[in-house]
């Protein structure tokens, strides 16, 4: 452990909007360094993980997340995550990780075919990884979700493959944890909010937890998901 803070890489394309919000939680209130690294650099500078926040990355146009995996950056994404580098893809972020293929799976249109901006509850799967150490095994916590396309979907053996590795990390449920169809906002596979790859350091959800750090904001229980990260990045030393 040293004194030195712990270093963020926040990328932007045109039309991500939650950049400054994910810039405020980890600098203003878990006391972390951001830099911005705009989608036509090809370095992602010295940093200990990688943010891909939420937005509208090109409009969306095509199909979510779509154009932005061939901005140039993607590249030092991609060998950034290869050399055991944390990345996480917040809302947007995560479907350009599907896009990627750094994660499995797809994003469709949510089953209401309605925008849904709300509060949601959900259930921690998984408090082995870097990215969800600092909560409980089954806790409920509540954050934002505001998307188009947040029915994630994965064929039956791949979702048998999630279960098996264990990469689900969060699924939507009720406040009491209980995690059926009624309590599932967008149709997801299972109810799923958040999965990670089988190394465990590239991480999606489509909750907000940079909108969830704060209690003024109606919840602080987004901010264990970066918190994990530092204290993971901390006990470990890890460093690409």
Known sequence: MNNQKTKFSIV???????????????????????????????????????????????GDYLRSGAVARFSPIMSAVRDFAQKGGMVIGICNGFQILLEEGMLPGAMLENNSLKFICRQVWLKIENNQTPFSCG??????????????????????????????HNQVIMRYSDKNGITSAKFNPNGSVGNIAGICNRDFNVFGLMPHPEAACEKILGSDDGRGIFSSMIDYIISSGAKV
């Not at 991500?16 to 209130?29: I, K, P, Q, R």
């Open 12 to 58: 932007v394309f045109p039309g991500t909007n939650c950049e400054h919000d994910c810039y405020y939680a980890l600098t203003h209130v878990l006391d972390a360094e951001c830099s911005y690294v705009w989608h036509q650099d090809t370095r992602l500078g010295d940093c200990d993980a990688v943010i891909l926040p939420g937005g509208f990355s090109y």
């Open 135 to 164: 909560y409980g095994l089954g806790e409920v916590i509540r954050m934002p979700i505001r998307h188009n396309e947040g029915n994630y979907y994965i064929n039956s053996s791949g979702y048998r493959d999630l279960l098996e």
